[in-house]
């Protein structure tokens, strides 16, 4: 099975979050970095989403970056799709995650190989519909989605309409939680919290009243350190499930694929872009690196920077090899 198989449902899933994620920010691709492209100038422009794990990735990057290399970075945040056309066009040089687009890998990889494979990120993204686990211990059967329509009367919101609530993140993410619901003639609801912090907080107001909710989510997510959820299987992902679902999201019946992250670059900043290049295509860790970045970001109200030069003191056994 194929990574680029395996992603064709996920493409239509995220993201970044969020980081997300790692999702939901505004289309600033027309805002093309002043770095970018600078004669002369050692400077590099990093594509960041808005979900928290992918601003932890694009905070310590910055930070190596311009402390330890000696570049001038700049950051744009972009939406996933669009964040593609930004990077073939050169206006950022690199992003570093992506949750799995063929259609524009085949486009832009493949045929017109104006960005360039970057490598896996150390990463594994995964999105689910997920419950917390004290109402899982509670009944264990809502584990399985054939059994969530007997729990849609206690999952009702006053946004769902009289049938049991599916919280998404921002309506900006591309994700197939609608067909889902249609296709396993479900009796719920999706609600868009608006953004992946709007959801956080209202998945964190749902655990402090121990109130069952569920959730579209991903991992990795730090928030799983303060609010342990479970993940409701889905009918299994199958290939076929996959290529149905590329040429039409409306079909999809199956779960989310589980695939490695990876980091994309601006060919010609490929070939141009010297150690800059090099380290980021070195650039590779765990998740639970990503995730103690992003919750002092997003829970601890850190700057990113802050974040990232305190991860940086911690652990300069793994960042020291990105370097060499």
């Keep these: 099975m194929t990574r680029k198989v ?5 493409a239509a899933a995220v993201g970044l979050m969020a980081t997300a ?11 093309s970095s002043p770095y970018v492209n600078a004669a002369g100038a050692k400077t590099v422009t990093l594509s960041v989403q808005s979900w928290v794990g992918a601003r932890a990735n694009t ?13 001038r970075v700049d950051t744009v945040q972009v939406d996933e799709v669009p964040a593609w056309d930004a990077l073939s066009q050169g206006r950022v040089d690199a992003m570093l995650e992506d949750w799995g687009h063929p259609e524009q890998e085949k486009r832009y990889v493949q045929d017109k190989k104006t960005v360039t494979d970057g490598g896996d990120l ?3 993204g995964h999105i689910g519909w997920w419950v917390p686990t004290y109402f899982a211990e509670a009944h264990p059967d809502v584990l399985d989605w054939r059994n969530l329509d007997k729990y849609a009367s206690q999952l009702r919101t006053s946004e769902s309409g009289g049938k049991g609530q ?14 889902l619901v249609k296709n396993l003639k479900l009796d719920y609801q ?17 655990a402090k009243d121990k109130r069952p909710f569920l959730t579209y989510w991903y991992e990795p997510q730090w928030l799983f350190n303060q609010v342990p959820m479970t993940e409701v299987k889905l009918p299994a992902y199958t290939d076929e499930c996959a290529e149905k679902g590329t040429a039409d999201p409306s079909t999809v019946d199956c779960a989310y694929p589980t695939t490695p992250l990876k980091k994309y670059l601006n060919t010609e900043f490929t070939k141009k872009g010297g150690k800059a290049a090099r380290f980021l295509k070195k650039f590779h860790w765990t998740k639970e690196d990503q995730n103690e ?3 002092m970001i997003a829970e601890d109200k850190l700057p990113a920077d802050e974040a990232a030069k305190r991860w940086v003191q911690r652990h300069p056994d793994v960042w020291k090899t990105w370097l060499d």
Aim: charge should be negative; aromatic fraction near 8%; glycine fraction near 8%.
């Design 59 to 71: 905070a310590v990057a910055q930070y190596l970056l311009e402390h330890e290399l000696d570049y």
């Design 166 to 179: 599916l919280l998404d993140g921002s309506p900006s993410y591309v994700t197939n939680d609608k067909a």
């Design 6 to 10: 395996k992603a064709a449902v996920l």
């Design 293 to 295: 970045v992003a919750q």
């Design 21 to 31: 994620t790692g999702c939901g920010a505004a289309d600033m691709t027309k805002q």
């Design 190 to 206: 999706v609600v868009f919290a608006g953004s992946e912090a709007a959801q956080i907080t209202q998945i964190k107001q749902f």
């Design 122 to 124: 150390g990463v594994t």
